[in-house]
């Protein structure tokens, strides 16, 4: 392969007033994503190098960050798919930054505790055998449980940047995952946390989010069908 | 709507940054005072299945339980398995419990504790059902149930039936939702988390655990957490090796804390590997790329083998599979010369490569940049699963002498422990239920124990010093040696002299080439001296872990003169159940390692030949 440049925002909150981007010159081998260039400066270049990692395959969600300017896995990333040899790596926007390309994921952790993450049944499930879900309603969450976690939406959605007690496009999603579940009975529990000027209607559906999910998850679709849910609920 | 898409101008975006925020949330550098001291009646390490579900028993009975985690809870490598958990649920055809006894007691190839497994394949259904209780979205059967799939190993009627559907799974995402349904359920039963929390050291007293010590990564600092019981569910070793389908941060932390509080190991000889991992990397292609119909080519283009199972050829069970990877690699037809074969999917077609094995399809194309329809696929064989672990008794109880004396206080559960359900060789879909029956059963004991009331130990003064050390040793350390470097080594060579293969030459050459990176150790430099989310500290301090266990591993090895299951001696190519019917006690001692055995609990099927 070519020689490459990586531009990668620094930023060492006991040493810098505010980030910088320092430059790495190098000639990655073929077959490289964006995280083996990483580990590459990290154990090679530079140890003081700071990103989250763990998995490598797409499936833990630690590395989101910005890519040349959109959001992704660095794991996912193949470096010759990104059609240049400058690359610029940055931390999620939207987001404190700690420390390089790491952010402070607790605001969006947050969001997603306030529409209660979890199941809410009322009904006692059969002993000693499972709840029925007929394949079709069992369809009805996929495109919604795959979510990782990686903060790749929130992080790009001009709704959030303006508005950091919007839920996201995170939460909804992980909401719509549960109301469209048909052992789910925790409608009323959460319709106040989202049918709420910073939930499902605060968004522009400007669809940031859907381009920026690398597992391809449309939390847009969501929120227009939660949107659905709530005036039928209302009714 | 158009204005906002196609994101920002490249490196224009610092400006959304609030590198501000950032400094108020977090505190000035504290150094390596103990600055914090908590205190709970149970502390858990690790937020894989095993550890969330010990912690989401204990707080539900009631008990105050801490659960720290090195990464974010969903991020624990449980989280990768794919193929799906077993269960005699019989949902789509017959099935026994017995039949799942039997089938991972042969596939042990006769080491697994069968005390132990008879236990584990029993509770698998009712886990399974507490699961879907809990939320999981399972695949559903047409009438609504629980749907299960075929997996190497599950058959019928003892062995001698076909295969049965028998692992539980979410379409290729099982581990992805049993690991955040788990999670879901621990937000709901407000478990308290320290998430990023990097354990240290176990702190014993009087031969009791009664807490441990562990790094803040994000704002630095060492924080002493005081328990009444404390479990290990810290994962597997896989990165001892250098191919390996294992995450980053599975670097054996939790084995090397027991063995630096005195503990043994056991069976740690005994690492599986799996024969589809694309090569450089190591990453899972599944089972399946073999199954649909795949081939293995060498060098020279053939079909290889047809030398090593001229009747299954390509789906030969995996350790067959994995060995002559390995031989054509070694008589120099890997491709190039260089460490890997091929898979072939060509002649699949694009229409059954995109509609059967989508999966594969991806992760090729996204991880090693090669599309299966038009390239042929590098693999090689990849390290997967770490049978042996930390010595427990059924109820989860870790052992201090490996046999039946408890270490009072001390669980350990999942991938890191050893019960042993396992023996020489896991069978698929077995370990994310062991992980799952025993991180509840462990939660369950130590319930049972609180329960009796225990008084917390006075703290000695010197709790956090071990670990006090161990930072600032590293923080400050200026030797001319990079963790990195002497990490690759070891791995590297892991991977090539205590691999697929294994001799007495190999084995003590690598035993030379570790004691010589331990001693390199002591010379390293990190380049972060900062103590705000060091990841390079971090990483110095799990190369110890890693060069610890490393060491048990190949002595582990090197002691045991045949070959079973996974471990497989080109010097002893047979197995001897005379001499070697009995499970490897090591201790890591300043001498070497030192070694005891106890033998294999075998209550219903006698060893036979391990034929497939
Ligand atoms: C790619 C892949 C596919 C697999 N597929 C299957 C399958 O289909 N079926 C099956 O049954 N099994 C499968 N397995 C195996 C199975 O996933 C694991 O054995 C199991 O998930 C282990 O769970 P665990 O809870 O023990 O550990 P993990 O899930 O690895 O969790 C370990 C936890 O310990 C924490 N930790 C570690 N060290 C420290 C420390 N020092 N301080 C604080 N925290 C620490 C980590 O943060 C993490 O939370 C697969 C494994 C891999 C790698
Ligand atoms: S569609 Fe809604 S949630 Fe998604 S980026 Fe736009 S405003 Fe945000
Ligand atoms: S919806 Fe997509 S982008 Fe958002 S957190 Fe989930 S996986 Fe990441
Ligand atoms: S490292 Fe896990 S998603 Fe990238």
Redesign the pocket.
Known sequence: MAEYTFRIFRYDPEKDETGRIQEYRFEPEPGWTVLDALNYIKWNLDGSLTYRRACRHGICGSCGMTINGKNGLACETQLKDLGTTVVTIEPLRGFPVIKDLVVDMEPFYDKLYAIKPYLITKTPPPTDKERLQSPEDRKKLDGKYECILCGCCTSSCPTYWADKNFLGPNALLKAARFLFDSRDEGFEERVNAIDDKHGIWRCHTIFNCVEACPKELNPTQAIVDLRKLMLRGRL | MSEYRGMFKVGECAKYYNTEDAKVVHEEPKGVDIHNVHVHDAVV???????MFAALEIKKAGYDVAC????F?TR???G??????AAALANLEEDHVEWHFFDTVKGSDYLGDQDAIELMVKEAPRIIYEYEHMGVPFSRTPDGKIMQRYFGGHVKDFGRGKPVLRACMAADR??HVLLHTLWEQCVKHQVRFYSE???LSLIIKDGKCIGVT?WDLINGGIHVFQAKAVVL????YGRCFSIT??SH??TA??LSLAMRAGLPLEDMEFVQFHPTGLAGSGI?LSEGARGEGGYLINDLGERFMKRYAPDKMELAPRDVVSRAEWSEIEAGRGIGGQQYVYLDLRHLGAEKIKERLPQVRELAMKFAGVDPIEEPVPIQPTA??SMGGIPTDIRCRVLADGKEKWLEGLWAA???ACVSVHGANRL??????D?SVHGKRAGKDVVAYLSTNPVFEVLPEDAAEPAIKEVEWVLNSNGPERPAELRKILQENMYTLCGVFRDQEKLEKMYEIIKDLQKRYKNIHIEDRGTKFNTHLMEAIELGHLLETAEVIVASALNRTESRGAHYRTDYPKRDDDNWLKHTLAWRTEEGVKFDYKPVVITRFKPEERKY
């Open positions: 390490v690790g937020a894989g299945l095993a550890g720290l985690t090195k990464v809870p624990s490598h449980s990768a398995a794919q193929g799906g958990i099982t581990g929390f990097f354990v562990a569910a810290t994962g597997g389908t294992n941060a599975n932390d939790g899972l997967h699963y999942g991938e890191c698929g879909t077995n370990s994310l239920l992980a």
